[in-house]
């Protein structure tokens, strides 16, 4: 029984290897000129005008949590569309539920503003 994992063991000990290896191997080969250009923290282009703990928007928040929602409601529907012959009209009645509910939350979203940018 345990034979039947060899191969998988195998493929991560190589990605394991490769991983580490190259990791090590640009580590070690990398050269180290520091200076104090190369040390300031780099943000979009220009140096960092203000404290990193200042208060946020929280419309980025909310933007992200939106992406994060349609992501998976994208990630749920691939493997329902592949066995859908499978699960018939239970599986379409489930899947309409699930993006009722997406649709009721994009909707409260939109009313509340979080989609409007200043």
Do not use: H, S
């Amino acid at each position: 029984m345990l034979e039947n994992y060899l191969p998988v063991l195998i493929f991560i000990a190589i990605g394991l290897l490769f991983g580490v290896g190259l990791e090590l191997i640009g580590y070690l080969a990398a050269p180290r000129k520091p200076d104090k250009a190369k040390n300031l923290p780099y943000e979009c282009g220009f140096d960092a005008f203000e404290n990193a703990r200042m208060k946020f928007d929280v419309r980025f928040y909310l933007v992200a949590i939106l992406f994060i929602i349609f992501d998976l409601e994208i990630a749920f529907l691939f493997p329902w569309a592949v066995v859908l012959d499978k699960i018939g009209w239970f599986g379409i009645g489930t899947m309409g539920v699930f993006l009722g509910l997406l649709v009721v939350g994009f909707i409260y979203e939109w009313k509340k503003g979080a989609l409007e940018w200043e």
